[in-house]
């Protein structure tokens, strides 16, 4: 246990003979003592300073692992923002693409069905001059006979046929210019549409 000023105050020596100056060894002691309240003081003053310092010590080194916390925290939130960034892309990507691919896949199939309609709309103008034509040929074969008695009958007969003819002819070309109105229009669709798609 160490001394303490009081100690040393207190301090009680024995006599002997031809010993040391009472008064010189007390004068002395009394230096010591304050001497040592002194350095106890100094002591305790840097004990304070320590016990501050380390106060701060710590503090800093919280405060650096708390940064070093934030800095991984938000390391790791940036690379998360990132793949998710990169998924989404990715997934907008493959959208598109999937779009891009039935847009022009249904294009080519409403193309083929038009190109289909038009060819079929072409044999049907086809039937239907060779029709007219045979019509045509036979009435100006029944011009050129000489009977006219023989083309009264037979005009009669070419007025009942060339007007059931005429009606049947009637009704393809009616039929005809349905088709080909219903062509035009699906073309002018189909021509807005593309437009549409650049």
Request: aromatic content about 6%; overall charge negative.
């Amino acid at each position: 246990m160490p001394l303490t000023p009081l100690d040393i105050h207190n301090k009680e020596f024995s006599r002997r003979l031809r010993g040391y100056d009472e008064d010189e060894v007390n004068e002395f002691l009394d230096q010591v003592i304050k001497d040592y309240e002194g350095m106890i003081r100094d002591n305790k003053d840097l004990q304070n300073q320590l016990l501050a310092v380390q106060e701060r010590l710590d503090h800093f080194a919280n405060l650096e692992e708390t940064l070093s916390k934030t800095i991984i925290v938000a390391q790791e939130a940036a690379d998360e923002v990132k793949n998710n960034a990169k998924k989404e892309a990715q997934l907008i990507i493959k959208e598109s693409e999937k779009n891009a691919d039935r847009i022009i896949n249904e294009s080519l199939s409403k193309a083929r069905k038009v190109s289909m309609e038009v060819e079929e709309l072409k044999k049907q103008a086809s039937i239907y001059r060779t029709r007219f034509r045979t019509l045509v040929e036979a009435q100006l074969e029944l011009l050129s006979q000489d009977g006219w008695d023989a083309l009264e009958n037979q005009t009669r007969e070419l007025e009942r046929t060339s007007s059931e003819r005429q009606e049947r002819n009637e009704r393809e070309r009616e039929q005809w210019n349905r088709e080909r109105e219903r062509l035009e229009d699906r073309e002018a669709e189909e021509s807005r549409s593309s437009g549409d798609l650049y």
